[in-house]
Nanobody, 127 residues
């Protein structure tokens, strides 16, 4: 059974940084594409970015490009979301999701394509 657990959320001031972790159990995460999504209060969940199975491709939403990055730590079976230059509008619950797509090059950022989800971690950006 695939289990994903996010951690690393918290309260940070605008301009600050946080690193979220997505730790997996029951599966070798390097065999899965991993995506990060977020949901702000009163808004629909949106894609933040994703990393391919081999870690050679990443894709980011326009709103976070050049501020956020996703990378893997395969020995720890973990994927990270590094968030820099945080803004109040980044406040949301952040979720990681994983899926073992047939092609290692296939890297969507659509919720319905990912079948394994974590429980989420709250990120609040406020002074």
């Amino acid at each position: 059974q695939v289990q994903l657990v996010e951690s690393g959320g918290g309260l940070v001031q605008p301009g600050g940084s946080l690193r979220l972790s997505c730790a997996a159990s029951g599966v070798t995460l390097e065999n899965y594409a991993v995506a990060w999504f977020r949901q702000a209060p009163g808004k629909e969940r949106e894609g933040v970015g994703c990393i391919s199975r081999l870690g050679d491709y990443t894709y980011y939403a326009d709103s976070v490009t050049d501020r956020f990055s996703i990378f893997r730590d395969n020995p720890r079976n973990t994927v990270y979301l590094q968030m820099n230059s945080l803004k109040p509008e980044d406040t949301a619950v952040y979720y990681c999701a994983a899926q073992n797509f047939y092609s290692s090059d296939y890297l969507p950022l659509r919720e319905y394509e990912y079948h394994h989800w974590g429980q989420g971690t709250q990120v609040t950006v406020s002074s």
